[in-house]
């Protein structure tokens, strides 16, 4: 198993555990902060655990041919999951503050950073996972 379908896999096992806890807290009566750890939450499961398990589970499930063997870990796969874990993490730091703090221009540059970050590690992951995907033939035209 590579070290980075590893580091995928445990980080998106620290996001469940993170986001369970928070939707256990925000069951707590009298957490007057549940409503703004909802979309926190959710970031945490659908980003943090299961798009990372996905990503983790693909790039070891589908390995690199033959003659990629010899660099067992691509750059982009280590950029995937380095962009997608820093736009989360200033997601969760940000997020709350948005109905709090109205117009700020410091959450709304935090989130944007988030934002492309996040879709950056979307698309470093696509090049790396798509030759990994074509039929043989092809693979030995390009």
Do not use: C
């Amino acid at each position: 198993m590579p070290k980075v379908t590893r580091w995928f896999i445990k980080a998106g096992i620290l996001y469940f555990i993170a986001g369970v806890v928070l939707a256990l807290l925000s069951e707590v009566p009298g957490v007057k902060a549940a409503p703004l750890l909802l979309p926190v939450y959710w970031h945490m499961l659908v980003m943090g655990w299961i798009t990372q398990v996905i990503m983790g589970v693909s790039i070891w499930m589908f390995p690199r041919k033959h003659r990629d063997r010899k660099k067992r870990e691509s750059l982009l796969t280590w950029l995937a999951f380095w962009f997608l874990n820093t736009g989360l993490i200033l997601r969760f730091l940000a997020e709350p503050f948005i109905p709090v703090i109205q117009q700020s221009t410091s959450i709304t540059v935090v989130i944007l950073l988030s934002s492309i970050l996040q879709v950056l590690a979307i698309v470093f992951y696509i090049a790396e996972i798509w030759p990994r995907l074509m039929q043989d033939k092809k693979r030995k035209r390009s």
